[in-house]
């Protein structure tokens, strides 16, 4: 079983960037395809991006695309989420999640495994 633990976010204002990292522990994070949800305040969680155990990566969230990019760092047992250009819409909390399938997929059911979250609030 793998433990997942996010970490990086932080209040910023609009045009700011952060990296989100999601570091595995338990099991190799090169085992399991890694997404990235986001939950804003009152809303449904809901799918930003995927990398699978090959490094293939999902279609991103249209709203992200050209400014989000994740990545992977076997050795360091981590997947990264590095945000560019944030906008106030960008305002929720982040939560990345590990799927053991050979898949990429951007349904939350295939997930099994799920950190904590962080926050990221983006201020106009």
């Known amino acids: 079983q793998v433990q997942l633990v996010e970490s990086g976010g932080a209040l910023v204002q609009a045009g700011d960037s952060l990296r989100l990292s999601c570091a595995a522990s338990g099991r190799t994070l090169s085992s399991y395809t890694v997404g990235w949800f986001r939950q804003a305040p009152g809303k449904e969680r809901e799918f930003v991006v995927a990398i699978g155990r090959s490094g293939a990566i999902s279609s991103y969230r249209d709203s992200v695309k050209g400014r989000f990019t994740i990545s992977r760092d076997n050795a360091k047992n981590t997947v990264y989420l590095q945000m560019n250009s944030l906008k106030p819409e960008d305002t929720a909390i982040y939560y990345c999640?590990?799927?053991?399938?050979?898949?990429?997929?951007?349904?939350?059911?295939?997930?099994?495994?799920w950190g904590q979250g962080t926050q990221v609030t983006v201020s106009p």
């Open positions: 999640a590990a799927d053991a399938s050979l898949w990429v997929t951007m349904s939350q059911s295939n997930y099994n495994y």
